[in-house]
């Protein structure tokens, strides 16, 4: 992936501000790490579809990293899921239901996310985790 797509990304969930890059400028593996500034009035952005250049789509989830607190029904910071309006609606589900975010919008520690399954090689380092394009975004 160029810094060029990285970038594209980035700014269809808020404003891009770095990607982390090999010497060459490109991203290898099934997770790149993307800075991004976010709006946080709204929710939080868990997957986007992209089309490839052949033509194929293409679904690329996210995780957060320095993710704070935030609400798992509607998906927003600054409240829990207990003090979500949401919760208050008559007709809304259970919130110990099956909920649209939970603890997997949250990344592991960077140490952990960049070893785990990445193999190195001179010219770079790729994925041996066959999995869908994973984008961890960096909160500011």
């Known amino acids: 992936m160029t810094k060029e797509v990285a970038i594209w990304i980035g700014n269809k969930i808020g404003r891009f501000v770095d990607v982390d890059l ?20 709204k929710p ?22 320095r993710l704070p607190n935030f609400c798992y029904l509607c998906g927003r910071l600054g409240h829990i899921s207990r003090s979500c309006e949401l919760q208050l609606m008559d007709d809304f589900i ?7 975010y939970g603890t997997w919008l949250r990344a ?7 070893s ?4 190195s090689h001179p010219w770079g380092s790729f994925s041996t985790k066959p999995a869908n394009l994973l984008l961890i ?3 500011l």
């Open 116 to 119: 785990e399954f990445l193999i």
């Open 94 to 100: 259970d919130p110990g239901s099956n909920t649209p």
């Open 137 to 139: 975004l960096l909160l």
């Open 44 to 65: 939080l952005r868990r997957a986007l579809k992209i089309r490839t250049v052949l033509g194929d789509e293409q679904l690329v989830t996210f995780t957060y990293e």
């Open 22 to 41: 090999d010497a060459n400028g490109y991203v290898w593996g099934a997770s790149i790490r993307i800075r991004v500034a976010i709006d946080i009035t």
């Open 108 to 114: 592991p520690p960077p140490s952990a996310a960049s």
